[in-house]
């Protein structure tokens, strides 16, 4: 399939049920696929994420025909704009045209990954027949990896696409529920926020998919009491390795069993470390893992810990115990920085609809003394209403805060 | 009353830490003595300028190391704005 254009993928998958839905307007894939007809050949061509048509048209038209597909995110400014562009330029031609994705960047300049679409697509759902009954809302932007994965399976698998234009989640949620959306890829953080949103228990969900984040046994639980019949898996998936691997056992982490082998293996400093079919070299996901007997559990970054006078501790080893706890809807840990201690570890909660900030508060209190040594406990606690996500949809973690 | 948000965040931070205070604190409790550690102090500093909006420490000219509980809390009535 290496030499599969993205216009001949889609011809091969169209199915009654494929259709494209951006905001409120219906488009039928098979004209869109008669009036983008290959234009001709070109070195290097931006691709703005919205309008949502418009991008999908642009990938339509210049697969196969330009040297290499620049995708701009929504959030890409004219600055970074002309930075991507520079470094798209400067990348040497292949054989094949050239998806380049940039890494979602939460410290520096965006990183641009160079993949085709045959890597893109390998790991695919190709079974037409399921695909027809399947309605994907796209919540994440599809000029990033895991938005974009969703526009391809898709579209590629005989589904229908539905975009949801508009700022407001509660909007977004309510087009989906107009379009019959019943397949929703989110990032954890994404999904607790729309467990808070009345609405979500209207749409028919048959598939979730949870990614961007590690995966905590909560949000997990929470989902299969919501839709007890979707099929719930979490994947894992890396920019820079292309590869990934979803779960699908309902429970967080993943099978020790799936460990050691030629794609995936623990590093000397505890990280995930992935190869690709594609390549030589072991990549570093900075991704700490911890292994029982049984299970392999996600423990943050490898570069995200927080040092409380000398004593290091991963954020998200206090935020999945937070999230357990009674009235807590999303936490969110982090290091403040303090003269005496370093750092203090700080937790902003968004507290369940009914549930009072001193009990909650106090309950946490009482939780966290029982089952950790004091420096781990949030020394500092505070109700948010929100939790801030990243454009690429996951927690903002930063290395280090003011104190304001 | 300064003295009174003081025992009360001293009180949090004691619950957050795991440790016991001294049944009665008065003005001549030792700062030292009082079942605090250092954890517990950086605690109720960092707590105390989010609940009062100032951290005296980092306004002082020259560091001023309070003994007792008294000077604690004169040290934060010195520094409280107008």
């Given amino acids: 399939m290496t030499n599969t254009s993205f216009r001949a993928q889609l011809q091969q998958a169209l199915t009654p049920q494929s259709q494209l839905v951006t905001g409120v307007n219906q488009h039928n894939l098979a004209e869109l696929l008669a009036a983008n007809l290959v234009t001709e050949n070109t070195e290097l061509v931006s691709i703005p994420s919205q309008p949502a048509l418009d991008f999908i048209q642009s990938l339509l038209r210049y697969d196969g025909a330009a040297s290499k597909l620049l995708l701009l995110p929504a959030t890409t400014d004219a600055e970074l704009t002309t930075q991507l562009q520079q470094q798209a330029a400067a990348l040497p031609t292949k054989a094949h045209t050239q998806w380049l994705l940039a890494t979602s960047g939460t410290t520096g300049t965006p990183k641009l990954i160079s993949h085709s679409l045959h890597s893109l697509t390998a790991q695919l759902q190709r079974n037409l027949t399921k695909g027809a009954e399947l309605r994907w809302g796209l919540l994440y932007d599809p000029a990033r990896f895991a938005g974009l994965q969703v526009v391809l399976q898709a579209l590629c698998g005989g589904s229908a696409l539905v975009i949801p234009t508009g700022e407001s989640l509660t909007d977004q949620l309510q087009q989906l529920i107009d379009a019959q959306v019943n397949a929703l890829s989110a990032t954890p953080s994404l999904w607790r926020k729309l467990l808070m949103l009345p609405g979500l228990s209207d749409l028919p969900l048959r598939q979730i998919t949870l990614g961007g984040e590690s995966t905590d046994q909560q949000t997990l639980n929470a989902l299969k009491q919501h839709f007890p019949r979707a099929k719930i898996r979490h994947i894992y998936a890396s920019t820079e390795a292309g590869v990934g691997f979803s779960v699908a056992d309902g429970l967080a982490g993943f099978p020790a069993s799936w460990l050691n082998n030629k794609t995936r293996k623990l590093s000397a400093d505890s990280t995930l470390l992935l190869r690709s079919s594609e390549q030589d070299q072991w990549l570093d996901t900075g991704d700490l893992i911890a292994v029982t007997s049984d299970r392999v559990y996600f423990q943050g970054r490898l570069n995200g810990t927080i040092n409380v006078g000398g004593n290091k501790l991963q954020p998200e080893f206090i935020e999945s115990f937070l999230l357990q706890q009674s009235g807590v809807a999303d936490a969110y840990v982090y290091g403040q920085p303090n003269k005496m201690m370093g750092n203090l570890v700080a937790a902003d909660v968004v507290l369940q609809s009914g549930h009072t900030k001193e009990a909650v508060f106090k309950a946490i209190r009482e939780a966290c003394r029982n089952q950790f040594t004091a420096w781990q406990c949030p020394a500092l606690l505070r109700q948010v209403d929100d939790i801030k996500t990243s454009p690429a949809g996951k927690k903002i973690r930063q290395q280090a805060r003011t104190t304001e | ?82």
């Fill in chain 2, 1 to 82: 009353m300064m003295r009174d948000t003081i025992l009360t965040l001293m009180n949090e931070a004691a619950e957050t830490t795991g440790a016991e205070l001294q049944p009665t604190i008065d003005k001549n409790t030792v700062l030292l003595e009082s079942g605090l550690d250092s954890l517990g102090f950086a605690i109720l500093v960092a707590r105390l300028e989010e609940e009062l909006g100032y951290d005296p420490f980092s306004l002082m000219d020259e560091p001023v190391y309070p003994r007792t509980f008294g000077e604690f809390v004169a040290i934060y009535e010195r520094f409280a704005p107008e």
